[in-house]
DNA sequence: CGTCTATTTGAATGTACTCAAAAGCGGTGG
DNA sequence: CCACCGCTTTTGAGTACATTCAAATAGACG
């Protein structure tokens, strides 16, 4: 089992023992996806937290007009997984999806209570993980109002080189929150100017 | 000092002993405040995480184009503050203010970070609190690209029906991400329909 | 090669914005 | 106590950004 990632991912943040590692290795669950499986199926209660090892993923919701919408496109080292659905044991409103072949970490949620239960470290690990989650979504927010989808666009490219090259435009004029269309039309006014 | 506040908010959580208590209750600020104060300032570094103990505060950023945006509204029990400030020691980017006189609790950065050493109950504690505020703003997310102003003006009354009150429209109109304006008339046409 | 899906293009439409002006409202001072 | 001042809200006209719908083109994959 390949839980080297994980446990760089963890030592970023806190360091971890022995005891520790050899616990956290005993409850992870290592998945090998092909293309385009899904992962994470909405409806559906969530029942991991998931740390991409390999691959990319993307997770998108479906609305009530059955429009989905990309919320996140996950690499190596990122975690995904529905927090809510976790919690509260509803389904999931959200899907996650294979964009390539890779393998990803299943932390089982009653197996993340123990962990939390067991070792205080990890309740800091993921204070400092969700912490920082949410520093970064407010960032996104705060973007979403003040620049234009052009500007968005470029951002993302700038920030996720890697990924354009694994995914369907209209996946990227989803998680833009633009109609594939009007990407194609950004994309068009761009290459000319 | 009105410790009452902080205390049941965070015993929804985590159980509190003696000494937990009073060591907290040493180390936090009480500040009333005036309406139309600004309890933060944007351009300085943040330096505490605010509980709202009494009235009502609004958080916004000011743009490049020097053009604010609401990005929070909180009344009594709420956390405030730039995480991101508080984390990096970078200015922060929003202003807080007062809507109506009241009284916030202070914890200082150090506190704070000394309260998360010395007991790991505020680790469970902190991270319980960002685990939900996540939830929220991730909620707020995927709201705002599967409903129509109109339809998130509306939620917003449901949800704060005490803030409407205390704040006037064009505040709210930022809070939704459009202009006072546009709100205007959406409200004009919502009374006649 | 053919089929299926993604992307591009264009025209018409709609949603929200800008700018400007009028009306409403609250607080302060005479 | 009322009149005035400054700020907020309303209203309207014109405009910009982004969408929908439809059709043409390009690409991917069996």
Do not use: C
């Not at 446990?7 to 970023?12: A, G, T």
């Not at 932390?107 to 962990?115: D, F, G, I, S």
């Not at 354009?164 to 761009?190: C, D, N």
């Amino acid at each position: 089992m390949n839980t080297a990632i994980l446990l760089s991912q963890i030592n970023q943040y806190v360091t971890l023992n022995e005891a520790e590692t050899s616990y956290l290795e005993s409850i992870v669950i290592t998945r090998s996806f092909k293309k385009n499986e899904v992962i994470v199926q909405s409806g559906e209660p969530a029942r991991y937290l998931i740390l991409v090892n390999a691959g990319f993923l993307m997770t998108y919701y479906t609305d009530k007009d059955n429009v989905d919408h990309v919320v996140q496109f996950a690499s190596n080292g990122w975690w995904t997984g529905d927090l809510y659905s976790l919690a509260q044991d509803v389904p999931t409103i959200y899907t996650t999806k294979a964009l390539t072949d890779g393998e990803v970490l299943l932390l089982p949620k009653l197996a993340h209570n123990q962990l939390l239960e067991k070792y205080t470290k990890f309740e800091k690990y993921f204070r400092i993980i969700f912490h920082n989650a949410l520093i970064r979504l407010q960032f996104r927010f705060i973007e979403n109002y003040s620049t234009t989808t052009e500007e968005r666009y470029l951002a993302f490219r700038a920030r996720y080189p890697n990924i354009e090259q694994h995914v369907a435009q209209k996946y990227i004029a989803s998680y833009l929150g633009i109609t594939p269309e009007f990407l194609s039309k950004i994309r068009k006014k761009l290459s000319r100017g």
